[in-house]
């Protein structure tokens, strides 16, 4: 009896070989392409702002915001470009509360101990945990200062979703 005999035969088999490939080909393309980004976690850019979103300039991801540059308070922020957009446009700000600045630097310090293809995914989760914890504050830009909100309450993943609206 050959395969397409036995295929047809039992289909179940079929379907349980073709889900087995479909696993394991997941498998190796995450083993060797990680999904996540690798590399040196001070290589890292973000976008932050000191001047409620008005305008925005690239630094090194692993700064814990808010921090001071020339006398003002810099707190990081979502920009979103579109087709040709050369200066994009601020979604939202969002900063650290105080006491986690010590976490987010060791995110991205801790991660370079790790396998290096992982560095990116090991940072995500670290700030994912520092967010999920309500260590990051989030507000619109050109709201007052009142309106820093926890970034994993309700009006927070408001602010969040509005802004990618």
Not at 149 to 160: D, E, F, L
Request: include cysteine; charged fraction near 20%.
């Amino acid at each position: 009896m050959g395969i397409r005999e036995s295929l047809n035969k039992s289909p179940k088999i079929g379907i349980a070989v073709f889900a087995g490939l479909c696993v394991l080909a997941l498998v190796v393309n995450l083993f060797f392409f990680g999904g996540a980004s690798g590399g040196d976690p001070a290589a890292q850019t973000a976008r932050f702002t000191s001047d409620d979103g008005k305008t925005h300039f690239v630094d090194s991801a692993s700064s814990a915001v808010p921090f001071q540059k020339d006398g003002k308070e810099v707190v990081g922020c979502e920009v979103s470009f579109g087709p040709g957009d050369q200066k994009g446009k601020v979604l939202y700000l969002y900063r650290y509360v105080p006491g986690v600045h010590a976490q987010v630097r060791a995110a991205f310090t801790d991660a370079t101990k790790g396998d290096p293809r992982f560095v990116g995914a090991n940072v995500t989760a670290a700030l994912q945990e520092i967010e999920s914890s309500g260590g990051k504050e989030v507000k619109a830009p050109g709201a007052p200062a009142s309106e820093w909100v926890k970034s994993n309450s309700a009006r927070g993943q408001a602010i969040i979703g509005d802004a990618r609206k």
